[in-house]
Structures are given as C-alpha cells and as structure tokens.
C-alpha cells in the first residue's frame, strides 16, 4: 500500500496491510510533528508534494526494498497539508518472517523517502512566521526573496 | 514548469512559462529561468528537475512542449 | 508502559503509551504467530512465563534502554497463554525525538527480551503434537522424558 | 521449587521439594536435583536458578526454605 493522503494517518489500517500468516515480525516507524526544534516552538508542519515523481518514487522503493530483504509486505504512507504537532506526518510498516530483515528494511526505507522523494515541510513557528525547510539551502537566502 | 514549495514562495508564482530553443538541455533550462525569474537564481544550483514522473539528468534534452517541475531539496517524513 | 498479558494485545493503547509531543519517531516491533517454522505448520503457540523475574528483568530493559539511547518513552507487552496465527506475541514501542535512536533502542529491546527473559513458547503443531522450544537444548533429550 | 517448560513436562509436576545442608550452594542444588527427580538430569547443565526475582549464580549460598525457580532456556518474543 503507497498512500499520499491529506487525511490523517490510519495506523491499523497500515498495521493490516502488512499481516500474514507467514510473518513473525513486523515493524512499523511513525514520523510525529515534534513540538520543538533547534529550541524553537512549532505550531504545526504543511506538507506538500510533487504527486506523479513522488508516488512512482515510492513504488520503486516499495519495490527495490523487497529485492533487498525477504519481506511479506510494505506499506508507505505519507500525509500532506497540516499536520498539528504529535500527528503522524509519515507511517512505513514492513512484515517479515523474522526481525532483523523488518528492522533494516523499514530504516532502509524511511532513510531513502526522506532523502529522495519530492515531499516538502514547511515550518509554522510558535510565533507566527513559517519556513520551507530544504536541507542544504540556507535560510537567509530563502527568506530574503519571500513575497 | 511548476514551482514548489520555496521556489514557488519566491517566485511569488506556483509556475512559471518558459520558452526554450529546440534540443535545449536542463543545463539551458536553469540559466533561462535565472533570466526570466532572476530571484530564483539563488537557489537554481540546488534544484533538480523533473519530467512528469521522473527527475531529469543536467545534459538531458527536453522534448517540445515538455511538462516540467522544479523540485528543492526535499525535506518530507 | 510494561505488560504481561493473557488478553489480546491492545496495539493502540501500545502506541498512545509512548505518545509524545517531543517525539519525531516512534518504532514499534510486533512479534506475530508465524504458521510455518522449519517446514512444519503451527497451529498455535502457547507462552508462559515465570512473572515475578520476568517483570522485574523487563522493568530493568526498560530502565537500561533509556540510558543507552535518549528516548520519551518506552513499552513492552508480552501475550501469556495459547496466541493463534497471525497473533501477536509481544509487542514493543519506543519514542524519541529522531529516528536513529527509536530504531536502535527497539531493536536492542526486542534482542534482549528474547535473550533473557524468563518467557518460554510451546509450538502446538497442526499433526496434534506439542514441543516446548528451548534453544540450545536438543528436542530428542526434551521428547524423550516427555510425561 | 518451581518448574517451568519443558522441566515441568519431564517431571511431571510443576514443582519439587528439594532438601539441602546448610550453606548449600546453586552447584549442590544441580547435583540434588539429579538425585531426586533423574528425568531431569540431561536437562539440568542448561538451567539456570532464579530465588524469587534474580538469578542465582553457581557459587551462591542458597537462604534456608528459599523460594527457588528453575528456568530453562528462555524462548519469547
């Protein structure tokens, strides 16, 4: 199950996708907006995303992921527009036959979605500003042509 | 060619039109946008690009009447 | 949140346990009854355990994981008697604010119970028969005093 | 003393009463053990010996009427 979704996570629903009488393991990561970073207040996050790129994307990883690890099944699910802080912004399950393929696998997993599929996070501070976070593009040169 | 996130911020516009010669390459395609949209060139050398479904190599030529997007780096999970 | 249980495992009330605002990542491990071990199909698994050492070595993993790794919050749940295919054994959930830290600390978790908590499976085979699974002791000698 | 597992299967009982000198050892509770109940004696190099909520170690002095476990291997998650 691939799934970008602006309604918020269904955890069970992620969690049953990936049953089967064939598993002994099954690990599932949740991505939550955290209240503070970098000792800055966040109110909430603003997901978007760039559809077509980031769903094939996704596919190729769901599918490279069990080329790697012996897996039963793989789920992705990644929530766009607001997500309040404690929400689940993303929620990657995998089941196995045993648990060392299902730890690797899900971490192999959410380290490639997060450092290749087009999905961005824009910061909506405490205080009332916001900021698109784009790792490697500094933010004084971000800010400096805001409209 | 479509603009996200901080791009579209900064180009206060979620796309923008550009004309490009025939057999143009990506490499054309981002010294045209940082004329076209000058306070983009900033941020250009950190941007990929992407046809429809699938990101773009720099000398790669892009095809008449292409749908293109510009991606920052991503920041999703 | 720490759990011995006959009952079925409440996933939910797992993951609400170590909820957080602070928290950017939560990994949770299920263990499920797997319907084939070995070439040979399971019917069901039956647990037991000796509670008063189990509770406290549990409560001692999760005292020790919150040194090693800086995580919000930690849950272990271990199901007690007969758990059909599909079922879950044992569940463990940890929260934290980055991802590295909620995968590590699971995993060594999930490692650690299963090497020294006193909890013992008993495979209840689909030809009727039943063994009790005690690595490093050999079946035969097991079977052979069998009441 | 309790048993559990496949100790208890072999056995036939879920427990064992098991006399010792005084200022016995785990080591002389092994030994005893095989005397008493010699099903259980293949099984016993493997156990280990819990008094309440800790494990024993060999050399340890057991307290007189010591509520005693016998663990085998452990097998959970």
């Known amino acids: 199950m691939i799934r970008l979704t602006s309604e918020p996570i269904d955890v069970a629903a992620v969690l049953q996708s990936v049953q089967s009488p064939a598993a002994g393991a099954v690990v599932l990561f949740l991505g939550t907006t955290r209240e503070m970073t970098d000792g800055r207040r966040t109110q909430w996050l603003h997901y978007e995303a760039y559809a077509p790129l980031a769903e094939k994307l996704l596919a190729e990883l769901v599918c490279e992921v069990q080329k790697r690890w012996p897996l039963l099944a793989c789920s992705v699910g990644h929530r766009l527009g607001r997500v309040e802080v404690g929400q689940i912004s993303v929620a990657v399950a995998v089941s196995s036959a045993h648990r060392q393929a299902a730890f690797e696998a899900g971490q192999w997993l959410i380290d490639r979605l997060k450092e290749s599929v087009p999905i961005w996070k824009e910061e909506h501070w405490a205080d009332g500003t916001s900021q698109w976070v784009h790792p490697g593009l500094s933010p004084p040169i971000v800010g400096g042509g805001a409209a | ?77």
């Open chain 2, 1 to 77: 060619m479509q603009l996200f996130a901080v791009a579209r911020q900064v180009a206060g516009r979620p796309a923008i039109a550009i004309d490009l010669a025939e057999g143009a390459t990506v490499a054309d395609l981002r010294r045209r946008l940082a004329e076209v949209c000058p306070v983009l060139a900033p941020l250009l050398p950190a941007m990929m690009f992407a046809l429809e479904d699938q990101y773009l190599g720099d000398g790669q030529p892009l095809p008449d009447g292409a749908r293109l997007a510009c991606i920052p780096p991503v920041s999703g999970g």
